[in-house]
């Protein structure tokens, strides 16, 4: 009887350890997400920009950021809610 306790816990020792961390899921928070989102649209601006301006048809800074923020939001469905730096 002693060893088949000592097996049981054995085997079920494993399971016992590793259970948590596989039911406990981890969600990520909000603010990072958004950090995310927000660098990735301002980097995307900033590289379109630069793709506009030296273009045969070199557009002045203004209109260009306008033109990226327009096909950004076009492109991704994003519109200008991240905050600008």
Do not use: D, H, Y
């Amino acid at each position: 009887m002693k060893r088949t306790s000592a097996a049981l816990l054995l085997g079920l020792l494993p399971w016992l350890l590793l259970a948590p961390a596989c039911t406990s899921e981890r969600k990520p928070k909000p603010a990072i997400a958004a950090e995310t989102e927000s660098e990735f649209r301002l980097r995307w601006i900033a590289r379109r920009m630069g793709e506009l301006q030296a273009g045969p048809e070199a557009v002045e800074p203004r209109r260009a950021r306008e033109i990226a923020a327009r096909e950004f939001a076009e492109k991704f469905g994003l519109g200008p809610t991240a905050p600008r730096r």
